[in-house]
């Protein structure tokens, strides 16, 4: 899916370290202001880091929930980001543990898979999709629904209901060929080093996405 996760989490990164800065200048002594400042919250996930290098920020465990973040690759709805171990440093953002999760609309899904595919939702938690193809010498349209899963970090859509447009003998002798081009491998690509996708599943509105990685690096 290109570069439109890897630009999603740098938004929210960006707005974490926004914020992080308002708190700062807002309640650290000398601001002015007579707001106390937070005690560390008691279940942080990890201890803080004693060898942190000059001008690094360790930030413990954060979290941030965004109801849309868009990109040049396409938009994100219903976002929500959790970091554990996080340090700021000079070239971005890393994470001990980072998952996302977001729903990915059918339209940008689609518009990264290309080929022509459209996608939509179908019964039982199954994905609709339509493209049309190149079989023994001709042009048909393929409709089709199957089974959406994560498998090996990839985005995969394996048919089960295959109709295409033409005579019954034809779809007799191109089904074995068709199930091949219908068949839905995608590596969700432009993500940060270390993370994959895990778990999708079928919305009426997208797919719904988790992604996650362990000692993440997302860079300027």
């Known amino acids: 899916m290109k570069q439109f996760v890897l630009g999603a989490v740098t938004a929210l990164v960006a707005l974490v370290v926004a914020l992080l800065f308002l708190v700062w200048s807002v309640g650290s002594p000398g601001s ?29 465990d954060v979290n941030l929930t ?19 171990g996080v340090t700021l440093t000079g070239d971005g953002l890393r994470a001990a543990r980072l998952d996302l999760d977001a729903v ?3 339209a940008t899904a ?13 019964p ?22 199957g089974r959406v899963s994560a498998e090996a970090g990839q985005l995969l859509i394996e048919p089960e ?3 295409l447009d033409g005579p019954d003998w034809f779809d007799s002798a191109a089904s074995a060929i068709v199930r091949q081009l219908v068949t ?19 919305q009426d509105n997208g797919f719904r996405a988790h992604l996650r990685g362990e000692n993440v690096a997302i860079t300027r």
Not at 110 to 122: D, W
Not at 185 to 195: D, F, I, L, N, Q
């Open 184 to 202: 839905i491998r995608h590596t969700v690509e432009g993500v940060p080093a270390g993370m994959a996708l895990t778990s999708v599943s079928v």
């Open 66 to 84: 965004s109801n849309q973040v868009v990109t040049g690759d396409g938009g994100l709805e219903d976002v929500t980001a959790v970091g554990s």
């Open 32 to 60: 002015g202001s007579d707001r106390p400042v937070p005690a560390a919250s008691p279940t942080a996930s990890a201890s803080a880091p004693t060898d942190l290098a000059r001008g690094e920020t360790w930030l413990g």
């Open 161 to 163: 209901t295959i109709d």
């Open 124 to 145: 039982n938690g199954r994905a609709g999709l339509t493209r049309r193809v190149s079989v023994l010498g001709q042009d048909v349209e393929v409709r089709a629904t």
């Open 110 to 122: 689609a518009e990264q898979i290309g080929g022509g595919v459209t996608l939509r939702a179908a």
């Open 104 to 106: 990915i609309p059918f």
